[in-house]
């Protein structure tokens, strides 16, 4: 059930960009996903709800195909405050609603940005 | 700084002990989490409450005792942990339960059980 992420991690150099993968087995609902700092709590950045749509602010943007049962998210042109551990958060689904808030979380992808 | 504070930031505690933790949200949601965040593990939920009635109970071992006395505090209450409990506790509130809302997260409490 829990979703699976790719890659577990990646080291990158500032404006070059990433892909992280989150997958399921079953039906999602909604893909959440947040960034965590060493030390910190997780911060949000966006949910995609079923319906294929994708989303995005500044240079993060993600994908969510749920057909596939996956989300994608991009980072383009990362910069070094990117650098933390990426989670995606599901929501399992089937064809109405689901409205539980129990999220379950991959077990996370650590991106390095170096300058 | 999410508006989700926790206390203690750390906390070390012997198997026989009771201590309990806490969290309280300045956002005005009517929906608290706990979760544990273990080394090389993924985010587990262990309770969610909804305008102060437990909605999730995740198989969470009866030695951990959730209280949400209003929608703005949640304790966790903790009596006879084991070494493996050590982990951070996280807690989490959102405006409401359903799919769209984001979740704000506290800064965690460090729990170590010796």
């Known amino acids: 059930q829990q979703p699976v992420q790719s890659p577990q991690a990646v080291i990158l150099r500032e404006g070059e960009d990433a892909v992280i993968n989150c997958s399921s087995s079953k039906a999602l609902y909604s893909v959440h996903w947040y960034r965590q700092k060493h030390g910190e709590a997780p911060v949000f950045l966006m949910i995609l709800l079923k319906g294929g749509e994708q989303k995005g602010h500044d240079k993060i943007s993600a994908s969510f195909n749920e057909k596939k049962q996956q989300s994608s998210l991009y980072l383009t042109a990362s910069q070094l405050s990117y650098s933390g551990t990426y989670f995606c958060?599901?929501?399992?689904?089937?064809?109405?609603?689901?409205?539980?808030?129990?999220?379950?979380f991959g077990q996370g992808t650590t991106l390095q940005v170096k300058p | 700084e999410t508006g989700v504070t926790q206390t203690p930031r750390h906390l070390v505690m012997g198997m026989t002990n009771k201590k309990s933790l806490k969290c309280e949200q300045h956002?005005?949601?009517?929906?608290m989490y706990w979760y544990k965040q273990s080394a090389k593990k993924p985010l587990e939920l262990m309770f969610v409450?909804?305008?102060?009635?437990?909605?999730e109970n995740n198989s969470v071992p009866s030695r951990f005792s959730p209280e949400c006395p209003n929608s703005s505090h949640l304790f966790l209450h903790l009596h006879t942990l084991q070494p493996e409990d050590s982990a951070l506790y996280l807690c989490a509130s959102s405006q409401g339960t359903v799919s769209y809302n984001e979740q704000f997260f506290g800064p965690g409490t460090r729990l170590t059980v010796l």
């Open positions: 958060g599901t929501e399992m689904g089937f064809h109405g609603s689901s409205n539980t808030g129990k999220l379950i």
């Open positions: 956002l005005g949601h009517n929906a």
């Open positions: 409450y909804s305008l102060e009635e437990r909605v």
